[in-house]
């Protein structure tokens, strides 16, 4: 299994003007969706088919770029009224996520 940060198809052609998709490269996606407007999101890629120019993260990589933008968009419990998650809570949530993969 190879955990992937990718954006919605096309990814060539003026994003306004075209219909979002997942690329073919992607199994399993649309997670942990960064909010900072570069819309990459996290997902599972098909094996021999992800690109050379696509970011791969082990584990320990993905909760260190959730508890990134955790400390610029901070998770919660329960969106948008819950209690802030700690870096424990989301390095937790994001384990959680990859052992159900």
Do not use: C
């Not at 996290?42 to 260190?64: R, W």
Request: cysteine-free.
């Amino acid at each position: 299994m190879t955990i992937i940060e990718y954006i919605l198809d096309p990814q060539d052609k003026p994003r306004s003007f075209y219909p979002k998709t997942i690329p073919d490269f992607v199994s399993d996606g649309g997670y942990f969706m960064s909010p900072d407007g570069s819309e990459k999101l996290i997902g599972v890629g098909v094996e021999g088919k992800i690109p050379d120019n696509i970011e791969t993260f082990n584990l320990q990589q993905l909760q260190e770029r959730q508890v990134a933008i955790h400390a610029q968009y901070p998770m919660r419990e329960k969106e948008p009224d819950g209690d802030v998650l700690t870096n424990e809570e989301v390095n937790a949530v994001v384990e959680d996520w990859w052992d159900t993969r």
